[in-house]
C-alpha cells in the first residue's frame, strides 16, 4: 500500500489509483485496459521524467503488455469489469497529474484498441522478436527501449 505522498507507487498502488480514477470518471476498468493504462502510465513517465512508476516488468503476451502481479490479482474477472471495492490510494500530486494525464490521454480508448496500439510499437515489438502475434510469450518488454521509444514519440 502506498504511504501519502509516495512518490513512484507499486504495481498495486498504480492499479488501485487507475481503477479509482476511472471509476470517479464513471467507467469501470476490465483488467485488459487496466494493464494497458498501467503500462501507459510506466512507459511516458520513463520518457518524460527518466524513472519508473513500478520496478514491475511487463511481459510481451499476446493481448499487450502484461504486468503480472495485476494480472493474477484480477484474472478471475477475465473479460468483466473490475467491480470491487478498492480504497483509492494517496500519491503526490506529481504523481496524481500524471497518472490523470494518462487517463485523460488513454482512457478514452476500448481495450481492443489499446491493445492494438502496443501491438504496433516497438517494445512490444522488439520483446516478442519472432513469435508469431498469437503464440503465447513471457519476454519481458525492456524498461530502456520503452523510455527511448516514448521518448521519441513525445518531440
Keep these: ?87 483509492c490510494p494517496t500519491l503526490s500530486d506529481e504523481m496524481t497529474q500524471h497518472l490523470d494525464e494518462v487517463i485523460d490521454v488513454f482512457g478514452s480508448e476500448t481495450a481492443v484498441s489499446l491493445e492494438i496500439m502496443t501491438h504496433k510499437e516497438r517494445p512490444w515489438l522488439e520483446a516478442r522478436g519472432d513469435i508469431p502475434e498469437d503464440e503465447p510469450c513471457n519476454n519481458y518488454i525492456s524498461k530502456e527501449v520503452t523510455k527511448e521509444f516514448y521518448r521519441s514519440v513525445g518531440d
Aim: hydrophobic content about 40%; aromatic content about 16%.
Design 1 to 87: 500500500m502506498a504511504y501519502e505522498g509516495e512518490k513512484y507507487p507499486a504495481s498495486f498502488t498504480l492499479a488501485d489509483y487507475l481503477i479509482c480514477e476511472s471509476r470517479e470518471r464513471g467507467e469501470l476498468l476490465t483488467p485488459l485496459k487496466l494493464q494497458k493504462l498501467m503500462y501507459y502510465a510506466d512507459a511516458w513517465h520513463l520518457a518524460l521524467y527518466d524513472e519508473e512508476i513500478t520496478a514491475e516488468q511487463f511481459q510481451a503476451w499476446v493481448h499487450g503488455p502484461v504486468a503480472l502481479s495485476q494480472y493474477h490479482r484480477f484474472k478471475d474477472y477475465k473479460w468483466r469489469a473490475i467491480d470491487e471495492e478498492i480504497e
